[in-house]
């Protein structure tokens, strides 16, 4: 996992239109931190089929969680907290905020949004398009950018995504392994920067940055590269498999539309084992599961997707916030996007 070298709610916590769209190891991931947990306050069938309203306790917890974030935003654009002046954190922020689906320009978090905005291309060299230290904050802040992207009105934003985009494709030709690690001249590579590499990548080709279909299948072979015997995905080899890098495998295959291949399969018969969990990276593990479940099925992604709620809303703080080894930051970002998916408005989130 990565070291990121990088209110109480009010009566407009209303129900929210979703757009249309709707074992047992997701069910053992989530059982301890359930276990206190009260029942759901409504049944959550948010699936297929005509618009369905999010229930009121649901998109309660979320604004409570967005409106922690907006009011401990600093004026930069960071949060005060362990790992919340990295760009990396300040992009989940801006990235949960995106989801709900207000008007990025004019609604209610369009100060905040914009604040992460400016700190993130703040933070971008003019020269290289490098943005922080570490490609992990720069590959999850490129991902920020290219979901903005059409979204937010600044006309700086199209620009610094593309000079992005450009260092991660350079970075790649550059790595033997045709992945990323912690620099942009890394000769190493492992599949956690890599992961955040490739979602990027899949974001920005969305946004209608060119990104070529080479560099996408190279990405793809170190993660087939590094898939154990067992299906799960190791560090920087096969071996030592976990939930959060299978996850992060399961998403990226999902996005380049392999679902029918062996390699995605196995890594979704991995994650549906009874001993697979986030351990001490369980936010990040949930930014990234919640989307490999709602990509893989239906009835996964239903049992995931309610389990998760009932979780989160028995363990959100009064402040609105979740707490992390990683700060309240990033607790607050990651687990308000493992429900965001209920939203369907970034781009990334549609199947």
Known sequence: M??????????????????GSRRRGLLALLITFSALAEPPAQAQDLFEGAEEMIPLPVDTMYVR????????????????????????????????????????NLGEYSVPIKRGLDF????????????????????????????????????????????????ILTSQSRNPFGAWRYSPTSQDADTTVSGAQMVALYAARNAGIGVPDEALDKGL???????????????????????PRTAIGALVFTLAKKKSSETYKAMMTFLNQGNVSGGNYYHYFLYYASQ?????????????????????????????????????????????????????YLPIYER
């Open 2 to 19: 990565p070291a990121f070298h990088f209110m109480p709610p009010t009566q407009d916590a209303r129900p929210r239109r979703v757009r």
């Open 65 to 104: 969680g967005l409106r922690f974030l907006a009011q401990t935003q600093k004026p930069d654009g960071s949060w005060a907290d362990s790992m919340g002046t990295q760009p990396a954190v300040v992009a989940f922020a801006v990235l949960s905020m995106l989801a709900h689906g207000d008007d990025p």
């Open 120 to 167: 993130i291309l703040d933070k971008q060299n003019k020269t290289s398009g490098y943005i922080g230290s570490s490609m992990y904050n720069h590959g999850f802040s490129t991902l920020a950018l290219a979901e903005a992207y059409g979204m937010v009105d600044d006309d700086r934003i199209g620009p610094a995504l593309e000079e992005a985009t450009r260092l």
């Open 221 to 243: 072979r170190f993660f087939l590269n590094c898939q154990s015997g067992d299906g799960g995905i190791g560090y920087t080899s096969p071996g030592g498999s976990n939930g």
């Open 292 to 344: 490999s479940y709602f990509h893989a099925s239906e009835r996964l992604w239903e049992e995931w997707n309610r389990i998760n709620l009932r979780v989160l809303q028995s363990s959100q703080n009064e402040d609105g916030s979740w707490e992390s080894n990683y700060g309240a930051t990033f607790g607050t970002a990651c687990s308000l996007l493992s429900v965001a998916l209920n939203y369907r």
